[in-house]
């Protein structure tokens, strides 16, 4: 793809990555900005996103399971930068557990913590930037597990179905409220940080799901609205 495909209207992109400094967020940070897209990035700690996205526009230290920290960090980010076009949410983390009995209260308080309420308060807060952008994005990571559920597994399938249930509900708001928005739920079964030709099997490299990334801010995107897309794997 050529540089001008990430750009509508010939106006580049104000894309916001949430979960910015993990291995995931790095690299799309990356990709986009090489493309020319203006990233901002959102994570829990300032001296980790200072050290690990240099490049990125801005850097913002928030809490994204809080909502009234997530309406300061949005009036920050109009006051500087204006209206977000996209929002990438890789905010999550993985517990597992032993069969049904071994799906603890603390593993499904730290998951729907993460998985669930960052993306319900990121989208609250941001929701109507993206309805107004000519070209309005959002984008998750979801997983395997939502469609192939185990026992073991039962609370982190949970929390990443309620999180692709609400994006779909996003996606039904935008296919009647904005003509060329979209709202995708990335598929894998384990992210890998290793190099592609490098990661386990089965996993998805994380370069790919930057070149995902790429692709959610093309034209074509606007067609995948509401689906689960799934990502190569190596």
């Known amino acids: 793809m050529s540089k ?7 106006t580049p992109r104000l894309v916001l990555i949430a979960g910015a400094t993990s291995a995931s967020g790095i690299a799309c940070a990356q990709a986009l900005g090489d493309a020319g897209v203006r ?10 996103l ?11 230290a928030c809490d994204l399971a809080d909502f009234a ?14 209206p977000i076009d996209g929002l990438i949410h890789l905010v999550g983390g993985w517990r597992g557990g032993k069969s049904i009995a ?3 209260d603390e593993d499904w308080d730290f998951l729907h913590r993460s998985i669930l309420t960052t993306l319900r308060n990121t989208t609250r807060v941001f929701v109507d930037d993206l309805l107004a952008s000519p070209s309005g994005r959002l984008a998750i990571v979801s997983a395997e597990a939502v469609q192939n559920p185990t026992p073991s597994n039962a609370n982190y399938g949970a929390a990443k179905a309620a999180a692709e249930h609400w994006v779909n509900a996003i996606a039904r708001l935008f296919s009647k409220n904005a003509e060329n ?4 739920s990335w598929v894998v079964k384990a992210l890998s940080d290793s190099a592609p030709g490098e990661a386990a099997a089965g996993h998805t490299p994380v370069a790919w799901l930057a070149d995902a990334a790429l692709a959610l801010l093309t034209d074509q995107a606007v067609a995948l609205n509401g689906t689960r897309v799934a990502l190569p794997q190596a």
């Open 39 to 48: 990233v901002l990035a959102v994570g829990s700690n300032q001296a980790r």
């Open 181 to 184: 928005a979209s709202a995708i």
């Open 4 to 10: 001008e495909s990430f750009f509508l209207n010939q």
């Open 50 to 60: 200072d050290e690990r996205l240099p490049f990125a526009e801005a850097r913002f």
């Open 102 to 104: 071994g799906q603890s």
């Open 69 to 82: 920290a997530v309406r300061e960090l949005a009036e920050s980010i109009h006051a500087a930068y204006g």
